[in-house]
């Protein structure tokens, strides 16, 4: 009975259109009416403890990080490099999208902001060399799910947060099963346009290499200094955020002079709303969070996925497709924050690797970014591009089917994960 009522008031407000963080709050509120623990007090306390974390402190870093990359000539500069390298090949400007965006993803962690800079981009010159709208559109609305993979990741770091497991380690275990998710997609590509007849743009000269490649040293460097600092133990993930927004916001400034101070207060307003955005719905969550356990709701939920905890692999297999499922209909952070202390207490009885469901749990929340009907990035890539949203979701689908293909080997065999990430957290 306490797990329908807080789904049927939970799902009772999104229908009604109510926004997510306060059907959170309205769903919280029927709990705490049904366990007659009613208290607008206890309810505020949870609402500002949920957002009083210091390694939640990441997410506007982060956020900011990404603002000053795209304004400042970083994410540019990327794409310039992708372009020198394999641009000339046969569907190359696919390939370019493919390593710009593994790469954006390395800066950023956020996979509206990759999402958008490669529509502005490439989308124009995609079309232009002959490519179809539909299809290219698709391409880099599936790119934009590598960002919330590849650390720094703001989606790892919520996960961390929610689920008490370490950032640091999240982070190195997520780097090769996001390269992984690029791979899957360079195959797809490959075969999309085997069939083409586009002329591609000819070869750049290894100088026209060389120059591209000194233009972005700066924002090269920026993924090798955190991923080193957090394998060298020199700083913690939240750290690693105030040293992203720092670094980016000097080399725009003094290196590319390309960011104005003029242009700081868009800049850190942009950054500061939707970072606002993300808070409220953490701190919306944690009220819901806090009641769940108090309800005993995950004891329910082992209980239910009880014939599962024998075989791990199988109990994956079945809370991808839950997740799945629930991604069609609501966007990642919320996934995030409602599913993950129900499921957690189930990973643990099961003796799954936390780290591990972790990364797997993301790499699923962020396909659910790109799967229609809510999927963020589907409509900012239609907005960027200006298609239809039924355009971009019809020409994602077979990258999302081979994403979804990809999460599934993954589970399957996780020593692609557990392996890597055992050898680079040393």
Same mark, same amino acid.
Not at 103 to 129: E, T
Not at 204 to 215: D, F, G, T, V
């Given at each position: 009975?306490?797990?329908?009522?807080?789904?049927?008031?939970?799902?009772?407000?999104?229908?009604?259109?109510?926004?997510?963080?306060? $059907? &959170?709050? *309205? /769903?919280?509120? =029927?709990?705490? %009416?049904? +366990?007659?623990? !009613?208290?607008?007090?206890?309810?505020? @306390?949870?609402?500002?403890?949920?957002?009083?974390?210091?390694?939640?402190?990441?997410?506007?870093?982060?956020?900011?990080?990404?603002?000053?990359?795209?304004?400042?000539?970083?994410?540019?500069?990327?794409?310039?490099?992708?372009?020198?390298?394999?641009?000339?090949?046969?569907?190359?400007?696919?390939?370019?999208?493919?390593?710009?965006?593994?790469?954006?993803? $390395? &800066?950023? *962690? /956020?996979?509206? =902001?990759?999402? %958008?800079? +490669?529509?502005? !981009?490439?989308?124009?010159?995609?079309? @232009?060399?002959?490519?179809?709208?539909?299809?290219?559109?698709?391409?880099?609305?599936?790119?934009?799910?590598?960002?919330?993979?590849?650390?720094?990741?703001?989606?790892?770091?919520?996960?961390?947060?929610?689920?008490?497991?370490?950032?640091?380690?999240?982070?190195?275990?997520?780097?090769?099963?996001?390269?992984?998710?690029?791979?899957?997609?360079?195959?797809?590509?490959?075969?999309?346009?085997?069939?083409?007849?586009?002329?591609?743009?000819?070869?750049?000269?290894?100088?026209?290499?060389?120059?591209?490649?000194?233009?972005?040293?700066?924002?090269?460097?920026?993924?090798?200094?955190?991923?080193?600092?957090?394998?060298?133990?020199?700083?913690?993930?939240?750290?690693?955020?105030?040293?992203?927004?720092?670094?980016?916001?000097?080399?725009?400034?003094?290196?590319?002079?390309?960011?104005?101070?003029?242009?700081?207060?868009?800049?850190?307003?942009?950054?500061?709303?939707?970072?606002?955005?993300?808070?409220?719905?953490?701190?919306?969550?944690?009220?819901?969070?806090?009641?769940?356990?108090?309800?005993?709701?995950?004891?329910?939920?082992?209980?239910?996925?009880?014939?599962?905890?024998?075989?791990?692999?199988?109990?994956?297999?079945?809370?991808?497709?839950?997740?799945?499922?629930?991604?069609?209909?609501?966007?990642?952070?919320?996934?995030?924050?409602?599913?993950?202390?129900?499921?957690?207490?189930?990973?643990?009885?099961?003796?799954?690797?936390?780290?591990?469901?972790?990364?797997?749990?993301?790499?699923?929340?962020?396909?659910?970014?790109?799967?229609?009907?809510?999927?963020?990035?589907?409509?900012?890539?239609?907005?960027?591009?200006?298609?239809?949203?039924?355009?971009?979701?019809?020409?994602?689908?077979?990258?999302?089917?081979?994403?979804?293909?990809?999460?599934?080997?993954?589970?399957?065999?996780?020593?692609?994960?557990?392996?890597?990430?055992?050898?680079?957290?040393?």
């Amino acid at each position: 009975m306490t797990l329908v009522i807080f789904l049927g008031a939970l799902l009772g407000g999104m229908a009604l259109g109510i926004p997510i963080a306060f $059907a &959170l709050l *309205g /769903s919280g509120l =029927a709990l705490m %009416a049904h +366990l007659d623990l !009613l208290d607008p007090q206890i309810l505020a @306390q949870n609402l500002v403890g949920g957002a009083d974390s210091f390694p939640l402190l990441a997410v506007p870093f982060f956020m900011l990080a990404g603002e000053v990359m795209n304004v400042g000539g970083l994410s540019r500069r990327i794409v310039n490099l992708a372009l020198a390298v394999v641009g000339h090949v046969k569907g190359g400007l696919g390939y370019v999208a493919i390593m710009a965006g593994c790469l954006l993803s $390395a &800066l950023s *962690g /956020s996979a509206v =902001a990759d999402a %958008a800079a +490669l529509s502005a !981009l490439l989308l124009p010159m995609m079309v @232009q060399a002959g490519h179809s709208k539909l299809r290219s559109g698709g391409l880099i609305a599936s790119i934009g799910v590598i960002g919330p993979v590849i650390p720094p990741s703001i989606g790892l770091v919520i996960f961390g947060v929610a689920g008490n497991v370490s950032i640091s380690k999240l982070f190195l275990a997520a780097i090769v099963p996001g390269l992984l998710i690029g791979g899957a997609l360079w195959i797809t590509w490959a075969w999309l346009v085997r069939r083409e007849d586009i002329v591609p743009p000819p070869r750049k000269s290894r100088a026209e290499i060389l120059r591209a490649a000194r233009e972005a040293t700066w924002a090269l460097l920026l993924p090798v200094i955190i991923l080193v600092g957090l394998r060298m133990g020199v700083f913690t993930p939240t750290e690693a955020a105030v040293v992203a927004a720092v670094y980016a916001l000097f080399v725009s400034t003094v290196i590319y002079r390309e960011l104005k101070v003029s242009q700081f207060y868009g800049v850190f307003v942009g950054a500061a709303k939707t970072s606002a955005v993300v808070m409220f719905l953490i701190a919306a969550a944690m009220v819901s969070a806090w009641l769940i356990t108090v309800a005993n709701l995950p004891a329910m939920v082992v209980g239910m996925l009880e014939p599962f905890l024998g075989s791990p692999i199988l109990l994956m297999a079945a809370i991808m497709v839950l997740v799945m499922l629930v991604g069609t209909a609501m966007d990642m952070t919320p996934t995030i924050l409602i599913l993950t202390p129900v499921l957690m207490p189930v990973v643990q009885a099961a003796g799954i690797d936390p780290v591990y469901f972790g990364v797997m749990f993301i790499i699923n929340t962020s396909i659910g970014l790109v799967t229609p009907p809510v999927g963020a990035v589907l409509n900012v890539v239609a907005g960027v591009g200006k298609m239809r949203l039924d355009e971009v979701a019809r020409g994602v689908m077979p990258f999302m089917v081979a994403e979804f293909s990809i999460m599934f080997v993954m589970v399957v065999f996780p020593a692609l994960v557990t392996v890597p990430a055992r050898w680079l957290a040393g």
